[in-house]
Structures are given as C-alpha cells and as structure tokens.
C-alpha cells in the first residue's frame, strides 16, 4: 500500500480515511485550510501521520508565502491531543531561514524516517509479546487503528501483528470497533483484511468478556502522546481495556515511536483532552438517534496509567521513564 500521506506535484497526497472501507481515494490538499480540514474531520489521523502532515503542512505554507508561522500555528492546533502533530510542525519550522527548499526536504525526511522507526519499535515490540505470551499462534486484540494508516507507513501497534504473521504467529485478532467514526471497524478491518490476517470485529464492550472467555492472549493499542511517566493517551476506550486486561492478567502492549513521548509533561494528567462533535452522538447517517437536546460527553482520547501497562515500546525499545 502507498504511503498514507505523501507529496506530489505541490501538493499534499492523502488516503481519505472516512472514505474507506466502502472507497479507497486519495486527496490532493493544495492550501493550509484544506489540510487543517483534513485533519479535523479525521480524513488523515494517527499520531504518527499527523507528525508527517504537521511537516508538510509548513512546506506547502513556504512554497505559498504569506505568514507561515500563523499557519504553522493553525496546522499545530487543530487536534491538540497527540503530540506528534505540533512535533511535526517544530521540525519543519526549524529550517524555514533555510528557505522552502530547504523545509520540504525536512518533511520528506521525517516521512521517510517514520516508516523505518515505526518497523523498528513493532518489531521491538514482537519480541516482547513473545516473552510474554505462550509461543504458538496468538490471539491479539486490538483497539482504534495503529496500523498503516495511522502512520506514514507500516505502523504501530499493528506493526506487530505484520511481524508476528510473517512468523505464522497469529491465530486471529479482534477488533475493537472503536468510536469516534468506528475507526477499529472501518480500517483495522481493513488493514488486516488486505495483508489476509484472519480477524473478527467486536462492539468495544464486548472486550472484557473476550477476556474472561480466554479468547485474548495480549491486547495492542497505540498512543497519541505518552507522559514522561509513562502514562499513555490513546483512543477513549483504552484506559477501560486496560482495566480488563490487568484484571485478566493479559498483557498490554502500546506500539508508538518516540516523538509521541511529551518529556514536559510529568504525567498524564497535563494532557489536552480532545472532545469531539455531539452529533458523532446523536445522529446516524444524518439522522436523529437521540431525544431532541440531549447532553453528550464524547471525549476522543482518555489516560491510562503507566501501572496498567505491561510495556510502552518505541523504536529504542521499552520505554524506562527517567
């Protein structure tokens, strides 16, 4: 599969993710305002590729001219949870005196670099599974989707699943389905169904009676940004699972490369919780599923403490906070 953001021919190149499963297209974002849209309506999401859109976003604001920093500083703020994008962003400003040239070139670098770091931590991160689970052909579950389409390439969290299958290591995964736009459903579904990995989709609440059925041998997930302790935001839903999986003694493994370590924040209470549009709630395809009025509470990402995990993995191996 192609690079899930890439650039070509001035412009950003983008898998519309709320396109898929039902179509595969690709979008050509040729303004800052097109990409700050993107990115809020989710069409590219993942820690990892916001960092590649953070880059190229200030490259395609240098080639345009006008303030480049005010529009870096839109790209870096239109999702405030995952750490990676403003990251992004930083890199590619960093060569602006160095002229446009100068921060494409950055941002094609980081694309570049994000595809081998994120084949690095999984492949880390497949090494410890093993240590921890029985060795044969596990049963994996998975939450949100950590996978190619979350990064420039390759991926996270399901990054391991890619390294564990070509070993014949994996029996199944089941896919948490994930709101908000039932991310597990729609493209960790569709991931596993293009690389042929044998998967079953499951309502969220169904992951906690998985595991206590015996159906779950580790739980992957991935991260949006990871407190200096070590405590992991991630797509809401994770910090429950993460209850489950320590109460069933099942291992919990978060897949991220290191960018997506915020060293400034102590822990995970400082990170910015993202909540998402009501209607995500109260509509289904256009139409009202609730009373008229009703209050919502749709936060995108919660906080699982560092204690609940089994191990945070990056490129550089286990995360050990300092």
């Given at each position: 599969?192609?690079?899930?953001?890439?650039w070509?021919?001035?412009?950003?190149?983008?898998?519309?993710?709320?396109?898929?499963?039902?179509?595969?297209?690709?979008?050509?974002?040729?303004?800052?305002g097109?990409?700050?849209?993107a990115?809020k309506?989710?069409?590219?999401?993942?820690?990892?590729?916001?960092?590649?859109?953070?880059?190229?976003?200030?490259?395609?604001?240098?080639?345009?001219g006008?303030?480049?920093?005010?529009?870096?500083?839109?790209?870096?703020?239109?999702?405030?949870?995952?750490?990676?994008?403003?990251?992004?962003?930083?890199?590619?400003?960093?060569?602006?005196?160095?002229?446009?040239?100068?921060?494409?070139?950055?941002?094609?670098?980081?694309?570049?670099?994000?595809?081998?770091?994120?084949?690095?931590?999984?492949?880390?991160?497949?090494?410890?599974?093993?240590a921890?689970?029985?060795?044969?052909?596990?049963?994996?579950?998975?939450?949100?989707?950590?996978?190619?389409?979350?990064?420039?390439?390759?991926?996270?969290?399901?990054?391991?699943?890619?390294?564990?299958?070509?070993?014949?290591?994996?029996?199944?995964?089941?896919?948490?389905?994930?709101?908000?736009?039932?991310?597990?459903?729609?493209?960790?579904?569709?991931?596993?169904?293009?690389?042929?990995?044998?998967?079953?989709?499951?309502?969220?609440?169904?992951?906690?009676?998985?595991?206590?059925?015996?159906?779950?041998?580790?739980?992957?997930?991935?991260?949006?940004?990871?407190?200096?302790?070590?405590d992991?935001?991630?797509?809401?839903?994770?910090?429950?699972l993460?209850?489950?999986?320590?109460?069933?003694?099942?291992?919990?493994v978060?897949v991220?490369?290191?960018?997506?370590?915020?060293?400034?924040?102590?822990?995970?209470?400082?990170?910015t919780?993202?909540?998402?549009?009501?209607?995500?709630?109260?509509?289904?395809?256009?139409?009202?599923?609730?009373?008229?009025?009703?209050?919502?509470?749709?936060?995108?990402?919660?906080?699982?403490?560092?204690?609940?995990?089994?191990?945070?993995?990056?490129?550089?191996?286990?995360?050990?906070?300092?």
């Amino acid at each position: 599969m192609r690079r899930t953001i890439d650039w070509a021919d001035g412009a950003i190149v983008i898998i519309d993710q709320t396109a898929l499963p039902a179509e595969y297209k690709l979008l050509e974002l040729r303004t800052v305002g097109e990409l700050v849209d993107a990115i809020k309506r989710l069409a590219v999401r993942g820690a990892p590729a916001l960092g590649g859109a953070g880059a190229l976003g200030v490259a395609l604001a240098a080639r345009l001219g006008g303030d480049v920093r005010a529009e870096a500083e839109l790209i870096a703020g239109a999702r405030p949870t995952a750490v990676n994008l403003r990251w992004g962003v930083e890199r590619a400003l960093a060569k602006l005196g160095q002229g446009a040239d100068a921060v494409l070139a950055e941002a094609q670098a980081l694309l570049t670099e994000d595809e081998q770091l994120n084949k690095t931590a999984s492949a880390h991160a497949a090494e410890i599974v093993l240590a921890e689970c029985p060795r044969r052909p596990l049963r994996l579950l998975s939450h949100c989707n950590a996978g190619r389409l979350a990064t420039v390439g390759w991926g996270s969290a399901l990054g391991v699943v890619w390294h564990l299958q070509e070993r014949g290591l994996v029996e199944e995964v089941l896919v948490d389905e994930t709101r908000p736009l039932l991310q597990g459903a729609r493209l960790t579904a569709w991931e596993l169904a293009q690389a042929g990995v044998p998967y079953r989709v499951q309502p969220d609440g169904a992951a906690a009676a998985a595991m206590a059925r015996g159906m779950v041998d580790c739980v992957l997930v991935g991260a949006d940004r990871i407190a200096a302790n070590g405590d992991v935001a991630n797509k809401i839903g994770t910090y429950g699972l993460a209850i489950a999986a320590a109460h069933h003694k099942v291992p919990f493994v978060v897949v991220a490369p290191s960018s997506t370590v915020d060293s400034s924040l102590a822990d995970g209470t400082g990170i910015t919780i993202e909540e998402r549009d009501a209607r995500e709630l109260t509509e289904y395809a256009g139409a009202g599923i609730t009373p008229p009025g009703a209050e919502v509470f749709n936060p995108a990402f919660d906080v699982t403490p560092a204690a609940l995990i089994t191990a945070v993995v990056t490129e550089h191996g286990r995360y050990e906070p300092a």
